[in-house]
């Protein structure tokens, strides 16, 4: 397994993404456009599984999500690809609803919630799955890695929405 990743707009992103590949000890490699990503690909064509980090970015940003959406347009060319989008457990609905709508008009994606370690409101998790139809992946439950990310569990959540531990 491989990281690549396109994330250079944010401060200290690669820093902290190499960091993460050296606990998980996996190479990084770092791609500055859209146009770069088919020769990271074949760089790293030796490793079953490439996980590629877009950079954050506010849906509001048109320029932005046509980055991500070139970058994700790229990784399609000849490969098998699985697009995640990652959500706060934390975001108000109506604004996962708009990243979900952003999203949708250029990915099929799956969903991963992380903070859920700081909320104990359950329900959005729920309805953007309902609204948006993308499957439940993958949750986070703290900052260690990777120790607290775990496959989405939906009976767990149920369970807390309706009160149980």
Same mark, same amino acid.
């Given at each position: ?47 079953? /599984? ?5 950079? #954050?970015?506010?849906?509001?940003? =048109?320029?932005?999500?046509?980055? @991500?959406?070139?970058? $994700? ?25 708009d ?23 359950y329900g959005?998790? /729920? ?5 948006? #139809?993308?499957?439940?992946?993958? =949750?986070?439950?703290?900052?260690? @890695?990777?120790?607290? $990310? ?16």
């Amino acid at each position: 397994m491989a990281f690549l990743t396109a994330d250079t707009y944010r401060i200290a992103a690669t820093e902290q993404l190499r960091t993460y590949a050296n606990i998980l000890d996996m190479p990084l490699t770092i791609v500055y456009s859209s146009e770069e990503i088919q020769d990271a690909i074949r760089n790293l064509s030796e490793y079953d /599984l490439i996980l590629v980090d877009t950079a #954050g970015f506010s849906h509001k940003n =048109a320029a932005q999500c046509e980055d @991500v959406k070139k970058l $994700i347009g790229g990784l399609s060319v000849g490969n098998k690809t699985e697009v995640y989008l990652v959500l706060s457990a934390t975001t108000k609905y109506r604004d996962l609803q708009d990243m979900c709508n952003i999203y949708r008009t250029f990915a099929d994606y799956r969903l991963i919630f992380t903070k859920l370690d700081e909320t104990s409101c359950y329900g959005n998790l /729920l309805n953007i799955h309902l609204y948006s #139809g993308a499957d439940l992946s993958y =949750a986070t439950y703290g900052q260690n @890695v990777p120790d607290d $990310i775990e496959v989405f569990d939906t009976q767990k959540i149920v369970k807390k929405l309706l009160g149980g531990d």
